[in-house]
C-alpha cells in the first residue's frame, strides 16, 4: 500500500466554487510538501508545513497540518480556471530524508 | 534561465536500444534527483546524488545508471530498453543535503517512449 494516500482521485468544480483535497499518511511526517503540476510541464512548489496545526497561504490556497501530523487539507477559494492542474502532496519523515509523494489529484476549473 | 533543465523533453525509441537524459541546474545546488512518473501519474524517486555521491539508489533495475560529472549536472542513462521504461522522468534539485527541510525545484520532464 501507498504511505501517502490523496482524495479526491479527480475532481470537476465550476469557477468561482471553494474545494478540498486531502492528503494523508500512514505515519507521523516531519514535513508535507503540496506541489502544483500542468500537463506535461514539471512540479510547481506551493508551500511545505512542519509543524502540527500550521496553516499557510498563497494567494488563494490554503494548507493546515493536521495537529498529529499525519493529515493535511488544501482548500482553494473561489477557483479559476488557472488553478487546474494535478496537486501532488509530498511529505519526508525526518529532516534528512527523501521526498515521497501521494497519487495526485486532477483537478479542472470549468469557466 | 531556466533552474533546472532538462534534454531531451520528448524521446522515441525502439525497445533494446540504450539512451540518455541529462539534466543540468544553474541554482548552485548540491542534491540532485531523477524522478519516473508512469502512466497513472504517480512520482516516484529513483536516485540522489549528493555533490557529486550516490545517496539515494531506490529499488531500480540495474539497466539504469546515473552519472554526476559534477553537482551542477545529473544524467541518467539506460540501456536495454523496455516497454515498462515508458515514462515521464523528472530531473530535481534541492539547496542541501536531502530535501527534508527544504523545497525541491523540478525540470520540465522528460517524456520517454519505447515502441
Known amino acids: 500500500s501507498q504511505e501517502l494516500e490523496q482524495s479526491p482521485q479527480s475532481l470537476i468544480v465550476q469557477e468561482g466554487k471553494n474545494l478540498t483535497i486531502n492528503c494523508t499518511s500512514s505515519?507521523?511526517?516531519?514535513?508535507l510538501y503540496w506541489y502544483k503540476q500542468k500537463y506535461g510541464e514539471g512540479l510547481i512548489f506551493l508551500m511545505m508545513?512542519?509543524?502540527?496545526?500550521e496553516e499557510k497561504s498563497h494567494e488563494k490556497i490554503t494548507a493546515k497540518l493536521d495537529e498529529k501530523k499525519q493529515q493535511s487539507s488544501l482548500h482553494i477559494t473561489a477557483s479559476q480556471p488557472s488553478h487546474a492542474g494535478t496537486y501532488l502532496c509530498?511529505?519526508?519523515?525526518?529532516?534528512?530524508?527523501?521526498?515521497?509523494f501521494g497519487p495526485g489529484t486532477s483537478l479542472s476549473v470549468i469557466p | 534561465d531556466t533552474a533546472v533543465s532538462q534534454t531531451p523533453k520528448y524521446l522515441v525509441t525502439q525497445m533494446g536500444n540504450d539512451k540518455s537524459i541529462k539534466c543540468e541546474q544553474n541554482?548552485?545546488?548540491?542534491?540532485m534527483y531523477w524522478y519516473k512518473q508512469d502512466s497513472k501519474k504517480f512520482l516516484k524517486i529513483m536516485f540522489s546524488?549528493?555533490?557529486?555521491?550516490?545517496?539515494i539508489n531506490e529499488t531500480v533495475p540495474n539497466r539504469f545508471s546515473p552519472k554526476s560529472p559534477d553537482k551542477a549536472h545529473l544524467n541518467l542513462h539506460i540501456n536495454s530498453l523496455e516497454l515498462g521504461d515508458s515514462a515521464v522522468y523528472f530531473c530535481?534539485?534541492?539547496?542541501?543535503?536531502?530535501?527534508?527541510?527544504?523545497?525541491?525545484?523540478f525540470g520540465e520532464g522528460s517524456r520517454l517512449t519505447v515502441l
Open positions: 546524488y549528493n555533490n557529486k555521491e550516490l545517496i
Open positions: 508545513l512542519q509543524k502540527g496545526g
Open positions: 505515519k507521523t511526517l516531519y514535513g
Open positions: 530535481a534539485s534541492s539547496q542541501w543535503g536531502l530535501a527534508g527541510s527544504g523545497e525541491l525545484f
Open positions: 509530498g511529505a519526508v519523515k525526518t529532516s534528512y530524508d527523501k521526498v515521497i
Open positions: 541554482l548552485g545546488h548540491d542534491t
